[in-house]
């Protein structure tokens, strides 16, 4: 009974007492929690046939505070945080909930309150179109001079690209970055990456092609016009009456081909040896070009002679 007496003696006083020690008690548990922020990819769970068709938040800022000894433990990788869109099975805008996933790595090292800011996100889906499609290098500049790229190939030729319907469906062809072809003479191999027609598709097979040029010297085509005829065996005793036409050539080659030709160097000439007497002749023409040139076409191809005696 003393001892019942003794405990209920200014029992108000006790009690106060008490719950003023939890009191500070909790509030000394309170001034030693820390806080830690994370910035978090935001991961998108969806429905296989459905994809992302318009920007959302790619992070979030995770807040986790508890005791330092804990919090400071924890690395960025042991927490991720996911939005469940999988239940949606049309094309449309929805909002789901941002959720926190611990993983057991972070579990064990203690609870913890934890915020996350947003903490919900709204996303527009499409339907996923998956197209392969062909790549067209993008080049710029020009080879070396009196050479050109006469073919070039891409490897790959074709690149499967993924993303909503609206993004893909609408593509015919996929783009290289500049591929610069200025002052080459010989074949060459450049990589490049492909252009990304929007942020919102992907290629599964990476985004990196294989260009390989081929560089062959020009070949050039030019004509000369104005130029004489030449009769050649023609006898002293006869004379040609009236003008000789003039003639051309059109011949093909390299620029340094082309540009050492001097237009004195061609020759356009009728062999007269067969002429006899006067009277009306009609003789072949025929051309003389020096060097390694082609020739392609000349005129004219024959002429007709009035021919006298002198």
Known sequence: MK???????????????????????????????????????????????FIPAGDYPSHVTV??????EEIFSVQEE??????????????????????????????SKGDWEIRIEPGDVVIRQEQKLIKT???????????????????????????????????????????????????KYEDFTAMSR?????????????????????????????TIANLDLSLFNLDNALVVEGTLPRGSV??????????SLAQKEILLYGDCSKITGPGQYTIPV??????DSTLLNWLPKEITLDIRGE
């Open 3 to 49: 001892l019942l007496d003794h405990f209920m003696h200014r029992w108000h006083i006790k009690i106060f007492s008490f719950l003023l020690a939890v009191l500070l008690f909790k509030f000394y548990q309170i001034s030693n929690l820390d806080e830690r922020f994370f910035s978090v990819p935001l991961e998108l769970i969806m429905d296989d046939g």
């Open 63 to 68: 807040t986790i505070r508890g005791a330092s």
């Open 78 to 107: 042991d927490i991720r945080t996911t939005a469940d869109f999988s239940s949606h099975k049309t094309e449309g805008s929805f909002r789901e909930p941002i959720e926190v996933v611990q993983k057991s790595t972070a579990q």
């Open 133 to 183: 499609l062909p790549v067209d290098p993008s080049l710029t500049g020009f080879p070396g001079i009196g050479y050109e790229l006469s073919q070039y190939f891409v490897s790959p030729s074709s690149v499967t690209v993924v993303g909503p319907r609206s993004e893909v469906e609408p593509l015919e062809a996929l783009s290289t970055e500049a591929i610069d072809i200025s002052g």
């Open 194 to 222: 492909l252009v990304y027609p929007s942020s919102l598709v992907y290629f599964p097979g990476g985004d990196v092609v294989e260009f390989r040029g081929v560089i062959t010297e020009s070949l050039l085509v030019k």
């Open 250 to 259: 059109t011949i093909q080659g390299n620029q340094a081909q082309i540009e």
């Open 286 to 291: 025929l051309p003389r070009v020096p060097g």
